[in-house]
């Protein structure tokens, strides 16, 4: 199973940017779907960007569309997520995600076998 650590959150003003990175440990990067999820207190682990195994498809939810941008890098096992344009609202705990099963990322939690401890991003208006 692979293991999943993030990185890159913190404190950013409302308009700016940030990039969290996730480190996947093994040898098998490539062949696990990766996705992006992002949690507040209180709601629900919701969908943010998902990412296929070559990295040739990429999926976003609306909330995030053409201010996110998610990537991988197979060589170094790591997935990224590119933040731009940060609204108060983006602020919660970022989670990685894997799952091997799949051809294409799962739009739900449940979709996903392995996952992060997660890394918090807050925006201040």
């Known amino acids: 199973q692979v293991q999943l650590v993030e990185s890159g959150g913190g404190v950013v003003q409302a308009g700016g940017s940030l990039r969290l990175s996730c480190a996947a440990s093994?040898?098998?990067?490539?062949?696990?779907?990766m996705a992006w999820f992002r949690q507040t207190p209180g709601k629900e682990r919701e969908f943010v960007a998902g990412i296929t195994k070559s990295g040739g498809n990429k999926y976003y939810a609306d909330s995030v569309k053409g201010r996110f941008t998610i990537s991988r890098d197979n060589v170094k096992n790591t997935v990224y997520l590119q933040m731009n344009s940060l609204k108060s609202e983006d602020t919660a705990a970022y989670y990685c995600a894997a799952d091997r099963s799949r051809l294409t990322p799962g739009l739900t939690k449940a979709a996903y076998s392995a996952w992060g401890q997660g890394t918090q991003v807050t925006v201040s208006s």
């Open positions: 093994g040898r098998t990067f490539s062949s696990y779907v």
